[in-house]
């Protein structure tokens, strides 16, 4: 296991792009770090952004941000920030639903029209008649809509999904839906799935599955678990988890913890 501690940072975001860990930089862009958990390089945004949040397509993100009427571009590859406004849809609130296909992206929110993003135009338009998109977003779409999706991932056609309001299915649906486990919420409030490893995360305790076995992480001694992502390149996996000073949003840590042990 390895950490880094982080200062007057109020750090809340934290996504697995490729092999790398991005976290906010407080308000005013983003922090890149490799998989040993050094600063790569960062990136700053034109202005102050809240990021809700994020949809992700290889070396790419995108960042829902309501409070400033936008999503982000992010493209790390080019390393090149861009703004695209919301307009007509700012009471927009994005699913986790999403079809990422090169240069665009299918938002959804429930009940109303899709959204379609055209990174190469910048720009946001309504969705209202399926004869737009392809047909495999949209029988993709026709075939998860209904379900109640926490996590969705979308290059292993996986998702987390919740049933009423204590009941957390993992479905796979490449082909007909196929509910490969299930399980109860508890005390816990974010999930994560990787290849075979499943992740609970708690306020103060986090749960690491791999098929029969099972490890506890608890918090460190006056701070609280925020996030919790899997990293998997080159046959290795990792756990970071990003928790925060109960007494001070400004002092995070992220630990890495290699999970190939298990």
């Not at 809340?12 to 050094?38: A, C, P, Q, S």
């Not at 979308?154 to 490969?180: C, F, H, T």
């Not at 990293?231 to 007494?247: P, R, Y």
Request: aromatic residues 12%; charged residues 30%; glycine residues 2%.
């Amino acid at each position: 296991m390895s950490y880094i501690n982080i200062e007057n940072n109020d750090i809340y975001f934290m996504e697995i792009v490729d092999e790398t860990v991005v976290i906010n930089n407080d308000y005013h862009g983003l922090l890149i770090f490799d998989r040993n958990l050094k600063q790569s390089y960062k990136m700053n945004f034109s202005e102050e952004l809240t990021i809700y949040s994020s949809f992700k397509n290889k070396k790419q993100l995108l960042l829902f941000c309501p409070d400033n009427n936008c999503i982000v571009h992010v493209d790390l590859i080019s390393r090149t920030i861009r703004k695209i406004l919301l307009n007509d849809f700012e009471d927009y609130i994005f699913s986790p639903l999403y079809m990422w296909e090169q240069s665009k992206v299918i938002l959804s929110d429930h009940n109303r029209p899709l959204l379609n993003v055209d990174l190469k135009k910048g720009t946001v338009e309504s969705i209202n008649s399926y004869d737009k998109i392809d047909k495999e977003l949209k029988e993709e779409y026709e075939k998860i809509k209904n379900y109640q999706i926490l996590k969705m991932y979308g290059d292993e056609k996986k998702a987390i999904v919740v049933e009423g309001s204590s009941i957390v299915k993992l479905i796979d649906y490449r082909q007909n839906i196929k509910e490969l486990k299930e399980f109860t919420k508890e005390q816990y409030f974010d999930f994560e799935w990787k290849n075979e490893y499943i992740v609970k995360i708690g306020d103060s305790k986090i749960q690491l599955i791999y098929e029969n076995h099972s490890e506890i992480f608890n918090a460190e001694k006056d701070y609280d678990f925020l996030r919790g992502k899997i990293m998997c390149d080159h046959n290795k996996c990792f756990l970071f988890i990003l928790s925060v000073l109960k007494s001070d949003v400004k002092k995070c840590r992220i630990d890495r913890i290699e999970l190939n042990y298990i």
